[in-house]
């Protein structure tokens, strides 16, 4: 249950994602001064600039090697103790919004296996037969 509601928060908020625009006072520009920008405007708060840089690309190349985006936001989570399954939700749709915005929309889950078979080798029993 608790995926599922990671699954459609992310969902909700790469719908809402917008490319983020930097600080027009500030020296930097391009994909990784927006992706600070978007992040202090999430209020997701990062120890060093360039690890934040670096999650949010490798973020970006899991989904680029097929990793649905619940993965992704679980494991942003997991190799970082102080984000929240929202927090790291936010950071993975604003990685996905500014690095790789062809994966916007993407469904967030592989559709499931189909069933195995059951008594593959055994015929069923026809009722009435003797």
């Known amino acids: 249950m608790r995926m599922l509601v990671v699954i459609a ?13 930097a600080d027009p006072n500030s020296n930097d520009s391009g994909p990784d001064a927006s992706f600070l920008a978007a992040l202090d405007n999430a209020g997701i708060t990062y120890h060093d600039r360039a690890d934040a840089i670096t999650v949010g690309k490798r973020a970006c190349a899991l ?56 008594w593959p080798d055994f015929p069923l029993p026809v009722p009435g037969a003797a």
């Open 9 to 21: 928060s992310f969902a909700a908020i790469v719908g809402m994602a917008t490319p983020a625009h």
């Open 63 to 118: 989904m680029d090697q097929g990793h649905p985006a619940s993965d992704v936001i679980k494991s942003v989570s997991t190799s970082n103790p102080g984000f929240t399954t929202e927090s790291a939700t936010k950071f993975t749709a604003i990685a996905t919004s500014t690095y790789c915005p062809q994966h916007l929309g993407e469904p967030t889950t592989q559709p499931p296996p189909p069933p195995p078979a059951i």
